[in-house]
């Protein structure tokens, strides 16, 4: 169970003691927890209501420490939990009236980035989810999710239901959609990540062949620094591009 005395709808405003603080400022501190979270994904929690910022006299958004933590909130109940907003917002509702709320047992996701180990294989668990899971997850339709399927942004596993990464995907996706960019649009990503997980690939597969267990599992915490390292160089790489400040 879970209760909070963090405030309902009227979470926007804040008491003269909180420090109020920028959009950028907030996304620095809930990048530590999520790393994957976006401006636009704090614009768009306001559009759906979940989150109500002061706004200065020039319009720019300031947040409070309780517009934060609802926040934060918020991204759990999506990443752990795979809620949708309608049933998030019900939640932070009941919250706000002092109710308690049970939720669904956390996902397998976690267990997925934590690198839960399969005791027969020596292999990361591979978490599945549903289509409806996966649709209710990541807040998209059935026809969304078909057509990023026939550009292969997301594809079933051989034995039916996705990984739980998928979730992530669909969401960025959705994301980019927002701006404009559609799946066709995205096949060059897709298609660079393609070429980058073969390089990795190529470092690991002799390690994964061993047949010592402490090689294989070295080759597979390998794998995920080198995937680490992959994504970061392709973020820089593309700011640079674009003359924009790393952060």
Do not use: C
């Not at 620095?28 to 200065?56: C, H, M, W, Y």
């Not at 596993?157 to 959705?174: H, I, N, Q, W």
């Not at 402490?214 to 794998?223: C, I």
């Amino acid at each position: 169970m879970l209760r909070t005395p963090t405030g309902g709808a009227g979470h926007g405003t804040a008491t003269e003691g909180d420090r109020l603080v920028s959009i950028g400022t907030v996304l620095n501190q809930l990048r530590d927890e999520f790393p994957e979270v976006t401006i636009s994904k704090i614009r768009f929690l306001e559009a759906e209501g979940l989150v109500e910022p002061r706004r200065t006299a020039s319009g720019y958004r300031k947040f409070s420490p309780q517009d934060v933590e609802r926040l934060a909130q918020i991204l759990r109940m999506q990443r752990d939990h795979y809620l949708p907003l309608k049933v998030i917002r019900e939640h932070l509702d009941a919250l706000a009236r002092g109710e308690q709320i049970r939720l669904p047992s956390p996902s397998p996701q976690r267990d997925l980035l934590d690198g839960a180990w399969d005791a027969e294989s020596d292999r990361p668990t591979a978490a599945r989810v549903g289509r409806a899971e996966l649709l209710a997850a990541a807040e998209v339709t059935e026809e969304e999710l078909a057509e990023w399927e026939s550009y292969g942004l997301i594809a079933a596993g051989s034995e039916g239901g996705y990984d739980a990464e998928a979730v992530t995907v669909a969401r960025l996706v959705a994301d980019l959609g927002r701006f404009g960019l559609e799946p066709r649009h995205l096949r060059a990503v897709k298609a660079a990540a393609d070429r980058e997980a073969g390089l990795v690939e190529q470092v690991v597969a002799p390690l994964r062949r061993h047949r010592n267990p402490q090689t294989r599992a070295h080759a597979e915490a390998t794998a995920k620094e080198l995937a680490g390292l992959s994504v970061r160089l392709h973020a820089a790489l593309v700011q640079t591009a674009l003359g924009l400040r790393l952060q």
